[in-house]
């Protein structure tokens, strides 16, 4: 098992002077120094492109000269080779750059470089030691971060662990969570740096592949599922809090919905207690982004079709209203859930009960992969039957068992190669957009009668529930091709 060894958390700017007084810190001395690195780029963000950073760092009264690789994504911060030496900002000199080809395409571009932004912060650092054979360095830093004549504050908690275990590192993190408002990020400076420059609103990110692989034990396949499933979430935080574009909602919600999805598959596999304790709040936060999705779906897709129904009438002028009342109010919510202390907790404390996962004993994912597959196939396929006899409710069944069945594939997808699993796909994506279209139609039955109660809605609804019948006919033709495709699991 990987040992987490470093925490990243925002802090709220207003208590942070309140930190040093913490009973954590008050026996250890702070060491305080001004932290300056200033990250070059061309001007059509070439280095960026190419995961390339060229850095100054000013610590103390000594400017480094850094050249490095770098992961870009939402997951990594720089890492990788890296090259330092001592040296003043402007003077790129790359002699140092132990990789050859690496080095002549900086020295190309050397005239073209100039600042891109600066991280210029005051570093106060601690050194914990809450228990004999644990030490921790606690490190804030507050400050900005300067880019094209916009900034962004600087003001967050680092935790490094020197000695001890991750468990020790997390339990350190939630003493001060407890009375501080620490948030855990994703991005680092450097990221959100780039950030800085960008004119454009924030993009909504959407799930990645997760890297599993046959040899994996069971637990750590689950951990490295639910650390991406945590990512994709995060990801779209900044956007859900600062934006109405209902995708970021989106997205949140299907990070949960896939993080929950994985909690069920592994569950024989984890203990009552961590699933008693995290899949209800898991479940609750989902409740408040799945009400404000609902909304925004209603309005922006179903509303346009019934108004072209019904041009006429003022039953229309009035679901409009409504729905656009209940979009702002459930955004609203969302936004507040998503900024709460719980949720906060809710992030640091399910990491460290996923990294304290026991390991012993844990088989291998490609044992263990096939039989959940087969177990959800046999869902799906008794809930089709019912589906096609049944009402929305049925549907609705079909389509969340198939959901589950779609996550697992996703994060066994590694395990199966081929062109049986993206046949598989093709035609599962096709069922999948269909039972999506079904479901709409019955939320819209569900929110239109709340909109416009009794006789109000009565034709609105109807007009719905006829629509919902039409697609029958095209679900029975989808659910037989799926049926069709050979199960990629069991022909390996």
């Known amino acids: 098992m ?21 009973p954590l810190l008050t026996e250890a001395t702070a060491l305080r120094e001004r932290v300056i690195n200033i990250y070059y780029d061309t001007p059509d963000r070439r280095l960026q492109r190419e995961h390339v950073v060229v850095q100054y760092r000013k610590s103390g009264s000594i400017w480094l000269s850094s050249v490095s690789r770098a992961a870009l994504s939402e997951d990594q911060d720089a890492e990788g080779a890296q090259w330092e030496v001592a040296g003043e900002p402007g003077e790129f000199d790359f002699a140092h750059v132990g990789d050859s080809g690496l080095r002549r395409w900086l020295e190309s571009l050397r005239e073209d470089l100039r600042p891109a932004f600066t991280t210029n912060f005051t570093r106060s650092a601690w050194l914990l030691e809450p228990r004999a054979g644990v030490r921790i360095e606690l490190a804030l830093d507050r400050g900005w971060i300067v880019g094209e004549g916009r900034r962004q504050a600087i003001c967050e908690v680092g935790l490094e662990l020197l000695s001890g275990s991750s468990g020790d590192l997390f339990s350190a993190a939630s003493e001060l969570q407890s009375d501080f408002s620490l948030h855990p990020e994703v991005t680092s400076k450097f990221q959100r740096g780039y950030r800085v420059l960008a004119e454009d609103s924030p993009q909504a990110v959407k799930a990645v592949a997760v890297q599993t692989n046959a040899g994996m034990s069971t637990v750590a396949a689950f951990r490295t599922i639910a650390l991406a499933c945590l990512r994709h979430l995060q990801s779209n935080e900044q956007g859900l809090r600062e934006s109405d574009n209902p995708e970021f909602v989106h997205q949140a919600r299907v990070a949960i919905r896939r993080l929950r999805s994985a909690i069920r598959i592994w569950r024989p596999l984890l203990s009552g207690e961590f699933v008693s304790r995290f899949d209800p709040l898991w479940q609750t936060l989902a409740g408040h982004l799945g009400e404000a999705r609902n909304w925004d779906v209603f309005l922006t897709e179903t509303l346009p079709t019934i108004a072209l129904a019904f041009p006429e009438g003022s039953a229309c002028g ?38 304290a996962l026991p390991e012993q004993d844990a088989g291998r994912l490609d044992a263990f992969a096939p039989a959940c597959l087969d177990k959800r196939a046999r869902q799906v396929s008794q809930l089709a039957v019912d589906a096609l006899a049944g009402d929305a409710a049925a549907r609705h069944r079909l389509r969340v068992s198939y959901k589950r069945l779609r996550y697992a594939l996703e994060f066994f997808a590694p395990l199966f190669p081929g062109e049986l699993l993206r046949n598989y796909h093709v035609s599962a994506s096709g069922l999948q957009e269909l039972l999506g279209r079904l479901n709409d139609l019955a939320v819209a039955v569900q929110l239109s009668d709340e909109a416009l109660p009794g006789d109000a809605g009565a034709v609105i609804r109807s007009w719905l529930e006829a629509q919902s019948e039409g697609l029958l006919p095209e679900l029975r033709g989808w659910l037989n091709d799926f049926y069709q495709h050979p199960v990629p699991w069991r022909n390996q």
Do not use: M, W
């Open 2 to 22: 990987e040992i987490e060894t470093e925490l990243n958390l925002s802090l709220t700017p207003g208590v942070a002077s309140r930190l040093a007084k913490h």
């Open 318 to 355: 009035r679901l409009s209203a409504y729905a656009q009342r209940r979009c702002a109010i459930n955004r609203e919510g969302a936004r507040s859930a998503l900024q709460s202390v719980a949720y906060s907790r809710l992030l640091l404390d399910f990491t460290a009960a996923l990294l």
